[in-house]
């Protein structure tokens, strides 16, 4: 066979299982599970992951994981000895070894956080874990529909600081709604909220403002007040020393997260699982890579078989770097768009450093004008 050209991945596995349903979740996942089934599905990621492999072959390419998000749905309901023997088949599958990566994070919720979880974790090889804490207020958590309270949270972030070694992010949400008729969250709560994550040093925050959809029965704040807790948070966070580098993300010296940080620079990435998106080089008719987008439908028709999958043409990969771009403190690489483009696109690129409103309109405006633009070259996926 000849040589594979090796290209750099990142790897997301959607594991869609939860323990139950939260009020405000829209990813996809499934709350009517059975083990059977949770073993069904990790057998069709790894069949995924085979067939990933032999269609990069097939392609001239070798994949070389870099780093592993394993997100859902709630992954820690997979029991650890499973999630252990399933990552060793994935890692034969691809030729890696999760131990070996740079970050290989878990998402989990704080009620599946046990003294066993946590070694089991780090014995698999994983090295970051992604803690759904949201807030440590009770009332609140039940109007969510979270079935954790405040002590497990409590519980869970001392088991983290105490045993676990490698990173680890918390998610914290603002804008929390009241019971109806009742009270809204007020910056004195959101404040508890912030004192009580930070006296575990997390070296990862992730803020989010929360939207409920319309016709619920809970007391909502309004938009303007929602964003001004959020700044208010974003600002303590800062305070505190944190490096505001992504749009709900915050980290400490160190302690970005470089999975995520290779969405925003477009590195090709794999997404295997149900409800999985990726997207990775592939050639096209004329030999030439180019990015090649896959979603996955939900669970269901994914253990049938389905998948889809289209080319990224050149103007939508602009506007996606540039939009990506913008969410990050870094902003946009207008070197990266003109070795996509060559000099077709360098000229407007020059500008975007600026990252100002005005450069987005100057850019759209030029897309436009890009309409039905090819790449000047491949895709250059080689990581910086
Ligand atoms: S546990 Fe996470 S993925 Fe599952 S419903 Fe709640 S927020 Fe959504």
Redesign the pocket.
């Known amino acids: 066979m000849p040589s594979l050209r090796s290209i750099p991945l990142g790897l997301y596995l959607h594991l869609p299982f939860?323990a139950?349903?939260?009020h405000y979740?829209s990813?996809s996942?499934e709350t009517d599970w059975s083990p059977a089934l949770m073993t069904r599905t990790l057998n069709a990621v790894v069949a995924e992951a085979e067939a990933l492999r032999a269609s990069g072959e097939a392609d001239g390419l070798s994949w070389q994981v870099c780093t592993l998000y394993i997100g859902?749905?709630?992954p820690s309901v997979v029991p650890p000895r499973l999630l252990a023997s399933f990552l060793h088949r994935l890692e034969r599958a691809l030729g890696f070894q999760t131990a070996n990566l740079p970050e290989a994070t878990l998402e989990a919720?704080p009620e599946n956080v046990t003294a066993e979880a946590v070694k089991a974790w780090a014995a698999a090889g994983l090295n970051r874990l992604s803690l759904?804490v949201q807030t440590f207020d009770t009332q609140r958590l039940a109007l969510l529909g979270?079935q954790c309270d405040g002590p497990t949270n409590h519980q869970a972030l001392t088991l983290i600081r105490d045993l676990w070694k490698g990173r680890w992010n918390a998610d914290l949400l603002t804008g929390l709604p009241g019971p109806p008729g009742g009270t809204p969250q007020r910056w004195i709560d959101l404040r508890d909220d912030l004192k009580a994550l930070l006296d575990y040093e997390p070296g990862h925050i992730s803020l989010y403002s929360l939207t409920l959809e319309d016709g619920t029965e809970l007391t909502q704040l309004t938009e303007p007040v929602a964003d001004q807790l959020w700044l208010r948070a974003r600002q303590t966070l800062i305070d505190a020393g944190y490096e505001w580098y992504e749009i709900s993300n915050f980290a400490r010296p160190g302690h970005r997260s470089v999975h995520n940080q290779g969405y925003g620079r477009l590195d090709p990435w794999a997404g295997l699982g149900p409800g999985a998106e990726g997207t990775l080089p592939r050639r096209n008719a004329q030999g030439h890579l180019r990015p090649w987008r896959t979603r996955n439908p939900r669970l269901f028709p994914w253990l049938n078989g389905q998948r889809q999958g289209e080319w990224v043409s050149a103007p939508e990969f602009a506007l996606e770097h540039y939009l990506t771009g913008w969410r990050t403190s870094d902003g946009v690489v207008p070197g990266r768009l003109a070795l996509l483009f060559g000099k077709t696109l360098k000229k407007e690129c020059d500008f975007l450093d600026s990252g100002s409103r005005l450069a987005l309109n100057r850019f759209l405006t030029q897309l436009e004008g890009l309409e039905g633009a090819e790449f000047q070259r491949d895709w250059p996926v080689e990581r910086e």
Do not use: I, S
């Open positions: 939860c139950y349903r939260c979740c990813y996942f859902g749905g709630t919720n759904g979270r």
